[in-house]
């Protein structure tokens, strides 16, 4: 269904693994994501792809486990203009259908821009893991020690929105 800005939102499908492999070696120079100890493949996780005039605009992927719909990844090649909106309300309303209690992500310390975004659509800190990047380092080697605005990163931030508790 596209929406006033012209996104359509659809599930990741297998013609769209290339795709999400080159999309996130070019961006973020890894396929692989860790949260909480788990090391992900972004291209083997489900989820949700946004379109603009027929052309990949955003990806947001996702992992189910024990009634809890994870979101592990989340980008928007347009910016400020409703895409990562569209793709969590998408998400939401998936992680409902599933019956999960909650829809939770992992972002680190540095990430404000990060931080503001999932707090205005109506997430809420649920645990900060200290010194969490040391363990994702072990699975994960090139995560750098510093990040955004020269902050080192140090901390996992849990984010939550609890559903069916």
Known sequence: MKNKIGVTIRSINPADKNWISDFYKNRWNSTRVVSKGVLHEVPNLPGFIALKSGLRVGLLTSHIKDREFEIVTLDSLDTYIGIGSR?????????????????????????????????????????????ALEVSRKLKPEIPQVGLYEIPLRDEIELEIVLNP
Do not use: M, Y
């Not at 309303?93 to 209690?101: G, I, Q, V």
């Not at 540095?110 to 645990?127: E, M, S, V």
């Open 87 to 131: 793709l969590i309300t998408t998400a939401v309303e998936a992680a409902l259908n599933s019956s999960c209690k909650r829809i939770w992500l992992i972002t680190t310390n540095d990430n404000l821009p990060a931080l503001r975004f999932f707090q205005k659509r109506g997430f809420q800190i649920a645990a900060v893991h200290r010194n």
